[in-house]
């Protein structure tokens, strides 16, 4: 268990900004960042940062909270994870107390997975630079590559040992359960005899050089292993199986390393294989991350999207690289990206190319040699296509193809001009072709969205449902009064009953005023009408706010949102960037002012706590007129539907509403 000294010293140090800044491309708005949310697909920015609050909010799926919430919800930490993790980028001692038994037990699956790879990570690393097979071998092969030795240190690389169950037993006789070292992949477990229960266990990776797979902030998820041996009925590269901890298509072999460099160069490079990667990392190109040898998908787009909008394409020159490329392309187009490409020389890929020239001329090239989707179509295709009008027709056509496929009408038209430029072939006919594009995509959505749409429910939308939605709406208004307000003292106006009463027999009321706390002035109202909260997130926020005021005086947002109750954390954060939604839109820049509620805060108050009353008294009387009091007789319901009635009334006068 982490020790509370320890924790508070982690949010009082790390910068909520400079943590999300690695893993999403903030730009600076007013007091605040924000940037495309990393938990959905967007092109307009709805991530908000505030340096000043120290909280973060995403407008486009509503998750929010502080600078450990982000990590828990993007890199799907625990709690004591994110805090070690943040411990240790602040270079902060952990203090914590022995964990027992039932904790231990209680570690779920995912973070088993992760401890095992981790293990195996260090464990293949060592038998790499310490075991003799490992540096005859391993070690010999990533020298041969060229791979120097802080490069080898820094990618964690490693080596398996050429036998059955050598990692295997070694993790056994650690202390790891041979049930996360099957699910993370790193043993295949065989049942031999069903009757007797009997299995056996042997290496997935068995005589391979290892290459870790790391998440965007440096986790473990799986590894590549490449055989050395000329094998012909082994596979050259085996990659961690389907698992918790690893999908494939959401993974980009180097992010870890690259994505400051991406976003400080705004641009990213994208390669093929793991050496591709560190050979171009070492050759001072750290901006560089590869699909793995699997084809890009959007997934892997997306990751980077949230540090760049520009992808330059590094491709072997081989059929099938082009023919990848292509699908790659487009698949950047549809997603808003600027995307270039470079091609080598003959007989070279990005990782051969970059052993024989130095950093300043692998720079140079790679500078001089980007060329945009276009030109690099024209440039593979056109010298078949010159004499044969059929080809070069299919070329044109394609290359508009891939210009439909971007978002941004702007960046179109410039495309097509280009294509008509370097193609000869009128502006006119370009045009016309995109437009029968776009019709045909559109009919074929339309269609397809027609067939799965869903037959839309019947919905019935009782008295009750109304009840409790309007119930949960002042149950939060009240929340968010007191988290934004309720330290601030200011003058409300009372209601004190009179003796008159008017012809409707509604009591007429005088106006006092006096100055309160606003927290004071909600507690004192809803303990007079011994007023509980019906929503539990609600109830615990109040109570928690309650015991701060009865111990501290004042109401401390940051203890809530850095408190250990996730849920919590979250919905204090939503309430309290409700506000900046208004700076994402710019409103003012568009000269649309929004009323500040600091301007009236005591009718906000006074309205949320009537309105709170008013549906609680309309629950009563639906209630009554239901005859769920059994214990009273009609005249009794009619006399009390008519006090209540006559109670709701009032609050219609307060509340300035028209009955």
């Not at 970059?354 to 692998?362: D, H, I, M, N, R």
Request: proline share 2%.
């Amino acid at each position: 268990m982490i020790l509370r000294s320890t924790i508070d010293k982690v949010f009082e140090t790390a910068q909520v900004e400079e943590v999300i800044g690695e893993f999403v491309n903030l730009k600076k708005s007013g007091s605040n960042f924000k940037g495309l949310s990393p938990f959905s697909e967007e092109r307009t920015p709805s991530f908000m940062v505030s340096p000043v609050k120290q909280i973060w909010k995403d407008f486009s799926t509503g998750k929010g909270g502080n600078v450990v919430t982000f990590l828990m919800e993007h890199e799907h930490y625990s709690y004591p994870e994110a805090i070690k993790y943040l411990a240790k980028k602040y270079n902060i001692e952990i203090e914590e107390t022995e964990q027992t038994d039932v904790q231990k037990i209680e570690a779920d699956e995912r973070e088993s997975m992760f401890i095992v790879s981790e293990f195996a990570r260090d464990y293949f690393h060592k038998i790499l630079l310490h075991s003799e097979e490992g540096k005859a071998i391993g070690l010999s092969y990533f020298k041969e590559r060229g791979f120097r030795q802080e490069i080898i240190e820094k990618f964690q690389l490693g080596y398996s040992l050429n036998e059955w169950e050598a990692f295997t037993t070694e993790a056994l006789n650690s202390g790891y359960n041979l049930k996360y070292l099957e699910s993370s992949g790193l043993t295949i477990v065989k049942q031999n005899d069903v009757i007797f229960d009997e299995t056996k266990h042997f290496d997935r990776f068995k005589g391979r050089v290892m290459f870790p797979i790391h998440s965007m902030s440096g986790r473990v998820l799986g590894f590549g292993g490449r055989i050395l041996t000329s094998d012909k009925k082994a596979s050259k590269y085996v990659n961690s199986p389907e698992s918790l901890i690893y999908h494939k298509s959401n993974i980009l072999y180097g992010l870890h390393f690259a994505k400051q460099q991406i976003a400080k160069e705004d641009n990213c490079f994208l390669v093929e294989g793991y050496t591709d990667v560190i050979t171009l990392f070492q050759n001072g190109i750290e901006n560089v991350v590869s699909s793995s040898g699997t084809a890009l998908t959007e997934n892997q787009i997306r990751l980077i999207n949230r540090l760049t909008k520009n992808i330059t394409i590094l491709f072997d020159g081989d059929a099938a690289g082009v023919r990848a490329s292509f699908r790659g392309i487009d698949l950047i187009l549809e997603q808003g990206m600027n995307v270039k490409v470079v091609s080598f020389p003959d007989g070279d890929d990005p990782d051969s190319f970059a052993k024989k020239v130095t950093s300043e001329e692998l720079k140079d090239y790679l500078d001089h040699n980007a060329q945009d989707f276009i030109n690099f179509k024209v440039s593979l295709l056109m010298e078949d296509a010159q004499s044969d009008p059929v080809k070069k027709a299919g070329l044109i056509r394609d290359i508009v193809i891939s210009i439909a496929k971007i978002p941004d009408r702007i960046q179109r038209e410039v495309y097509l001009k280009e294509c008509s430029r370097i193609m000869d072939i009128s502006e006119n006919v370009l045009f016309n072709e995109l437009a029968q594009i776009d019709k045909k995509e559109f009919r074929d959505a339309n269609a397809a969205y027609q067939q799965e749409k869903p037959l839309a429910p019947v919905l019935q939308k009782t008295a009750q449902i109304v009840e409790v939605d309007e119930l949960k709406k002042y149950e939060r208004e009240i929340i968010k009064i007191l988290l934004l307000y309720g330290n601030n003292t200011v003058n409300f106006v009372d209601f004190v009953a009179g003796e008159e009463f008017d012809e409707s027999e509604v009591e007429k009321s005088k106006k006092v005023k006096f100055s309160n706390e606003v927290s004071k002035e909600i507690y004192l109202n809803l303990q007079d009408d011994e007023i509980e909260f019906t929503d539990e997130l609600f109830k615990q926020i109040y109570y928690d706010v309650i015991l701060q005021l009865n111990q501290e005086k004042t109401i401390s947002v940051d203890e809530l949102i850095n408190g250990t109750n996730i849920d919590i954390a979250n919905l204090v954060t939503n309430i309290i960037m409700d506000e900046e939604k208004y700076v994402l839109s710019d409103w003012e820049r568009k000269d649309i002012f929004i009323k500040t509620k600091e301007s009236d805060i005591s009718k906000m108050v006074l309205d949320a706590i009537y309105n709170l009353r008013r549906v609680l008294i309309e629950q009563k009387i639906n209630n009554l007129i239901a005859n769920e009091n059994e214990n009273l007789d009609s005249q009794q319901i009619l006399e009390t539907i008519k006090n209540y009635t006559n109670l709701k009334l009032r609050l219609f006068e307060r509340l300035n509403r028209v009955v």
